[in-house]
């Protein structure tokens, strides 16, 4: 049986979702990020197209075998891509088709290289802020202050920054886990400045007619006024309003990560560092900067939102060769 390239099943009930929308819908019930679910629904579309749109039911191990060798030997996709191809598929068989493919033992797993991250100096750093300005500025700071994600940093919420206790909540983050961060005390009269002027948008938005903030899950049947009141605003708002389909409300959505990352990209071109950096560069700093400074590595994982300590553990590469490692040429 063939189906087309969204997955729809021929059949003589029409009513059966396409298969793509089943992956999509196993996903939200498992309670996966969006961008887990498009992941996964890009993958197992590039599958079905690969065996030339055969339905996966009528594929054995084999055929999946075959297309995730072809990742790795013909478009030379990285270990982690093929992982991610890996898991998609199986998801689809398992909790969408309800099959298990079984082992697959001519399986060729790429090499998952350690590569430690680009890390900036602080005079590095020092350098790329002053020559941000704005939002873009407060945003990069942010992210360098408090270790935050770009996406984090975009997604917070008013309600989520602590001025009495110096900390922010980090809601749903990588893994769908909440966590709490430091909030730098010399970004509070700044951020503080910056909330009063989103405060006033939120006035004129209310005043429109506007003034809503989308609601996570299914908050905003729970808590209907809610979705108007300053704590569930954006800290860096959308400069656009649209209509949100779930309730046909005028929102003010969040910014989009493309605003710190071209902001910092410029900076960074009016600087003589020739490093290989981005905004996410800046998350790699705050982590590098403290383990200089003498903070533990659990501390660190805690902040950084890091599931396993495996993963704070490359931090130490890096200062363990900056420190206390003395080049024997020095000693000629």
């Not at 093929?82 to 001519?106: C, R, S, T």
């Not at 209310?206 to 108007?228: N, V």
């Amino acid at each position: 049986m063939e189906i087309d390239l969204w997955g729809n099943i021929p059949s003589h009930n029409n009513q059966k979702p396409k298969l793509l929308e089943q992956i999509k819908m196993a996903c939200f019930r498992r309670r996966y990020s969006p961008k887990t679910a498009s992941s996964y629904i890009y993958w197992c579309r590039q599958y079905i197209l690969f065996h030339k749109k055969q339905h996966p039911k009528n594929l054995d191990k084999s055929h999946l075998e075959t297309y995730l060798n072809h990742l790795i030997t013909h478009r030379h996709l990285s270990a982690s891509s093929q992982g991610q191809a890996l898991n998609a598929i199986i998801f689809m068989y398992k909790h969408v088709l309800e099959i298990d493919p079984g082992w697959m033992d001519n399986l060729a797993r790429a090499k998952r290289n350690e590569r430690i991250p680009t890390v900036l100096s602080i005079n590095e750093v020092t350098q790329i802020l002053s020559n941000m300005q704005g939002t873009p500025k407060l945003m990069a700071e942010l992210i360098y202050g408090s270790g935050l994600r770009v996406n984090e940093c975009v997604q917070l919420r008013i309600k989520d920054i602590d001025f009495e206790l110096n900390t922010i909540t980090v809601r749903d983050g990588k893994g769908g886990k909440d966590r709490n961060t430091v909030l730098p005390s010399k970004l509070i009269p700044s951020l503080q400045s910056h909330l009063l002027r989103v405060i006033e948008l939120h006035k004129d938005d209310c005043l429109m007619g506007a003034g809503y903030a989308p609601m996570p899950d299914a908050l905003y049947k729970k808590y209907p006024k809610a979705a108007q009141s300053i704590g569930w605003q954006y800290v860096f708002p959308s400069t656009s309003k649209r209509v949100w389909p779930h309730t046909g409300q005028i929102v003010r959505w969040h910014c989009s990560p493309s605003t710190p990352q071209r902001g910092f990209k410029r900076a960074l071109a009016k600087t003589n560092i020739i490093k290989h950096a981005s905004i996410h560069t800046l998350r790699h700093c705050f982590a590098t900067h403290l383990l200089q400074n003498g903070t533990d590595l659990r501390t660190i994982q805690t902040l950084m939102g890091h599931k396993n300590i495996n993963t704070t553990m490359i931090y130490t590469h890096i200062v363990k060769a900056e420190q206390n490692t003395q080049s024997p040429f020095d000693r000629l």
